[in-house]
């Protein structure tokens, strides 16, 4: 079965300063993808990024971008320029190719706060 | 706009009550699943659908039933809630075209 760990539970950063989140995982699947999900204080799960394990090229969406190791399963989440209203609990999820589990399987979390 | 809503988005009840969380999405995802979150644990999956009357146990399916008679529906049914059953309920839905899930709202349950 996959795991995933978020090692750290929790991390803090200064606004405009930059802050990377740890995800490892583990699996014998050699096609699979990868996620990053935000959760604000209002409880609502927000994808801020995905991966495809067969793409090669990390992916970014604005500030947010991966360091994707395959070889390592290591997706760590890099927020550049942090922003007070990055301040949530991030998720980082693993989901197999379609057609097999629907599941998605989470890290414990990883809560951050962002200091003014 | 595209959305999966949850209803309740609060409920607390007392042992032994059956109660139902709704579920619905106007996606006409295939995919719809259940995941309960516990502090410390993140989130876990209780019940999956991969379409009309196809349901699946996940990882902590013990005290939860759940239907699909309809595509855009998955209610999640406590028929003798437990103490232990208190927790942030996330319905979800996906297509087969694309991996991405989208989430309800979150349903908070405490059974006293």
């Known amino acids: 079965a996959q795991t995933v760990t978020q090692s750290q539970p929790e991390m803090s950063v200064q606004e405009a300063e930059t802050v990377t989140l740890s995800c490892t995982y583990d699996?014998?699947?050699?096609?699979?993808?990868l996620f990053w999900y935000k959760q604000p204080p209002s409880r609502q799960m927000i994808l801020v990024i995905r991966q495809e394990a067969y793409k090669q090229q990390n992916a970014t969406e604005n500030r947010f971008s991966v360091n994707f190791q395959k070889a390592a399963k290591s997706f760590s989440l890099k927020i550049s320029d942090s922003q007070l209203g990055d301040a949530a609990m991030y998720f980082c999820?693993?989901?197999?190719?379609?057609?097999?589990?629907?599941?998605?399987?989470f890290g414990k979390g990883t809560k951050l706060t962002v200091n003014p | 706009e595209a959305q999966v809503t949850q209803n309740p988005r609060y409920l607390i009840t007392v042992t032994g009550k059956k109660l139902t969380v709704t579920c619905s999405q106007n996606m006409n995802h295939e995919y719809m699943s259940w995941y309960r979150q516990d502090p410390g644990l993140g989130l876990r999956q209780i019940y999956y659908s991969m379409n009309v009357e196809v349901t699946d146990k996940g990882d902590v399916p013990e005290g939860y039933k759940v239907s699909r008679k309809e595509k855009r529906n998955f209610p999640l049914i406590l028929e003798s809630p437990s103490p232990n059953q208190t927790s942030l309920y996330f319905c979800a839905s996906s297509s087969f075209r694309n991996t991405e899930a989208f989430f309800g709202q979150g349903t908070r349950l405490t059974v006293v």
């Open positions: 699996t014998s699947e050699s096609d699979y993808y």
């Open positions: 999820a693993y989901r197999s190719p379609q057609g097999g589990s629907e599941k998605l399987v």
